[in-house]
Every structure is written in structure tokens, then in C-alpha cells.
């Protein structure tokens, strides 16, 4: 039984690991070696170090299609959700910790029922016209909704953290569901988040490597949004 179970475990880490490209892997190191540098010089705070990483190796796993990008996800949610209680958006905390962190646990039993058995990703899938309609119709009433909700509570950045908040509920929901519009969904919220952490660092947070992180996000989202789209052509 035991050795049974070191062979699954060790044919996962083996999926789980395969078809990374060279530039892929460098890329990422190079990324790393920036936050952890610009760490040291500008005393960047451990929980956003920890926070960027766990948020970028969610976010590359998940854009390879690896049900391993959860365990990431789990921890980098939890970090990130503690800066976002010091720097008063309120509604990034309660994005994270009651709709991220359950949402993602989700995202591990549906990503598991549609995992391809030959390369242990998962199958790629593009919405209707009617579903995209929808999702962008939702979109813009919750954001509306979110905008007037945080600026009664006095949000420290109401306008952007709502339409983050609700593009987000949105993304997540379309990456459980593995669909390829989640990336242009994630595209927008990191842009405008960038706009956001720039403002909180301007007003003396040390945080470089949260914005890294988003600027990362933003540059991974566009990139995984091809790649994706070569994958579902090619499938179609």
C-alpha cells in the first residue's frame, strides 16, 4: 500500500512538472530574484514577499493548467487578505477570506473531473456569446453595487478596490469553470490594481512587492491569454 502511494505521488510531481518551457522557468526564477532583491534594499515586509510569491506560483500553475496551483492559491490568499486589512480595503479582505479561499478549495474537485489523463492539465473551455453577454452584464451592475457599498464605509480607494473586487469574484468564477475569458477578466483587474498598490506605496506602505506581483499578473494574464487560445483552436 505504502509503495503504491509513492508511486501516485510520485507520478503527480512528474505531471505536475512537465511542459514547462525553458523561458517559462527562467522567467520565473528572474521574477523571484527581483522581488527577493528589491526586498533586501527597499525592507520590504516579509508578508508581501511571501504574498507575491505564493500569488505569482498560483498564477503560473494555474495558467499551465496544474490542479497543484491551489495549494498556492490557499496561501497566497490568506497573506494577501492580511495587507489588505493594514491598507483599509476592506473589500479585498472579504473577496479573499470568504469567497477566494472557498472558491478555490471548489476549484480543486471540479479542475480534478476534467483533467486530461495523458498531461494532467486540464481541458481548456470558451464561453458562449449569450454566457459572455451575461458575465459582462453582471459585471458592471455588481461593480455598481460594490463602488456605492465601499464608499459608504469610507474604502480607502472605493472605486477601483469595487470593480477589482467584482472582476475578481468574476475571474475566479471562470477559472473553476476553466474558462479562457477568466484571463482577460484577470488582465483588467491587475491593471487597475497596479493603479491602486502605486497609490498605497505613494502614501508611505512598504508593499514593491505586491505591486511587482501585480505587474506580473497583468504581463502572465495577456501571456496565458494566447497560449490558451492556441489551445482551444487547436482542440476546435
Same mark, same amino acid.
Given at each position: 500500500?505504502?509503495?503504491?502511494i509513492e508511486m501516485d505521488i510520485k507520478q503527480f510531481l512528474k505531471l505536475e512538472l512537465s511542459g514547462w518551457k525553458k523561458?517559462?522557468?527562467?522567467?520565473?526564477?528572474? !521574477?523571484?530574484?527581483?522581488? *527577493?532583491?528589491?526586498?533586501?534594499?527597499?525592507?520590504? /515586509?516579509?508578508? =508581501?514577499?511571501? $504574498? @507575491?510569491?505564493?500569488?505569482?506560483?498560483?498564477?503560473?500553475?494555474?495558467?499551465?493548467?496544474? !490542479?497543484?496551483?491551489?495549494? *498556492?492559491?490557499?496561501?497566497?490568499?490568506?497573506?494577501? /487578505?492580511?495587507? =489588505?486589512?493594514? $491598507? @483599509?480595503?476592506?473589500?479585498?479582505?472579504?473577496?479573499?477570506?470568504?469567497?477566494?479561499?472557498?472558491?478555490?478549495?471548489?476549484?480543486?474537485?471540479?479542475?480534478?473531473?476534467?483533467?486530461?489523463?495523458?498531461?494532467?492539465?486540464?481541458?481548456?473551455?470558451?464561453?458562449?456569446?449569450?454566457?459572455?453577454?451575461?458575465?459582462?452584464?453582471?459585471?458592471?451592475?455588481?461593480?455598481?453595487?460594490a463602488i456605492v457599498i465601499l464608499k459608504y464605509f469610507k474604502d480607502g480607494c472605493c472605486y477601483i478596490d469595487g470593480i477589482?473586487?467584482?472582476?475578481?469574484?468574476?475571474?475566479?468564477?471562470?477559472?473553476?469553470?476553466?474558462?479562457?475569458?477568466?484571463?482577460?477578466?484577470?488582465?483588467?483587474?491587475?491593471?487597475?490594481?497596479?493603479?491602486?498598490?502605486?497609490?498605497?506605496?505613494?502614501?508611505?506602505?512598504?508593499?514593491?512587492?505586491?505591486?511587482i506581483m501585480w505587474s506580473v499578473y497583468f504581463v502572465l494574464g495577456v501571456y496565458f491569454y494566447i497560449q490558451w487560445k492556441?489551445?482551444?483552436?487547436?482542440?476546435?
Amino acid at each position: 500500500m505504502k509503495i503504491g502511494i509513492e508511486m501516485d505521488i510520485k507520478q503527480f510531481l512528474k505531471l505536475e512538472l512537465s511542459g514547462w518551457k525553458k523561458l517559462e522557468i527562467v522567467s520565473l526564477f528572474a !521574477i523571484f530574484l527581483l522581488i *527577493f532583491i528589491n526586498a533586501f534594499f527597499v525592507q520590504d /515586509s516579509v508578508i =508581501s514577499v511571501i $504574498s @507575491a510569491v505564493c500569488g505569482i506560483l498560483y498564477t503560473v500553475i494555474a495558467g499551465k493548467g496544474k !490542479i497543484s496551483c491551489y495549494l *498556492f492559491g490557499l496561501m497566497g490568499s490568506g497573506f494577501y /487578505s492580511y495587507l =489588505s486589512f493594514k $491598507s @483599509a480595503l476592506y473589500g479585498s479582505v472579504c473577496l479573499y477570506m470568504f469567497y477566494y479561499i472557498p472558491m478555490q478549495i471548489l476549484g480543486v474537485f471540479q479542475w480534478k473531473r476534467h483533467l486530461s489523463k495523458k498531461t494532467n492539465e486540464i481541458e481548456r473551455v470558451q464561453l458562449h456569446k449569450k454566457e459572455l453577454f451575461n458575465v459582462v452584464l453582471v459585471s458592471v451592475l455588481l461593480s455598481i453595487v460594490a463602488i456605492v457599498i465601499l464608499k459608504y464605509f469610507k474604502d480607502g480607494c472605493c472605486y477601483i478596490d469595487g470593480i477589482t473586487t467584482v472582476l475578481s469574484l468574476v475571474g475566479m468564477y471562470l477559472t473553476v469553470k476553466r474558462c479562457i475569458e477568466q484571463w482577460i477578466v484577470w488582465t483588467i483587474v491587475n491593471g487597475l490594481s497596479i493603479l491602486m498598490w502605486l497609490d498605497i506605496i505613494f502614501h508611505g506602505e512598504k508593499a514593491y512587492a505586491t505591486l511587482i506581483m501585480w505587474s506580473v499578473y497583468f504581463v502572465l494574464g495577456v501571456y496565458f491569454y494566447i497560449q490558451w487560445k492556441r489551445e482551444i483552436t487547436k482542440n476546435y
